[in-house]
């Protein structure tokens, strides 16, 4: 089992930043492939970002490609996602999740955390 904790949504302005983290615990932190996804109201949950379990391979969704950055320190336990040029459709509650090997589905899944962007 690995408990996540996500931290650092809230509301910032368009065209500000955010950086989120993930805090895991649990089996070794490592050994996971680890992502974030998000879900606006109204809307179906969709990936944003994944990161492969020494970092160095990471996909992005094409919404957010050029803006957000996933990145992990291993020896934090921590997956982060800095959000730049954040947009008002980038509102949504973000959850970090992560995966043992190359399983199609996600195996753990945090509470998220809210991200609200004003215009």
């Known amino acids: 089992q690995v408990q996540l904790v996500e931290s650092g949504g809230g509301l910032v302005q368009a065209g500000g930043s955010l950086r989120l983290s993930c805090a895991a615990s649990g089996r070794t932190f490592s050994s996971y492939v680890m992502g974030w996804f998000r879900q606006a109201p109204g809307k179906e949950r969709e990936s944003v970002a994944q990161i492969s379990r020494g970092g160095g391979n990471r996909n992005y969704a094409d919404s957010v490609k050029g803006r957000f950055t996933i990145s992990r320190d291993n020896a934090k336990n921590t997956v982060y996602l800095q959000m730049n040029s954040l947009k008002p459709e980038d509102t949504a509650l973000y959850y970090c999740?992560?995966?043992?090997?190359?399983?199609?589905?996600?195996?753990?899944w945090g509470q998220g955390t809210q991200v609200t962007v004003s215009s």
């Open positions: 999740v992560a995966k043992v090997g190359d399983a199609d589905g996600w195996h753990y």
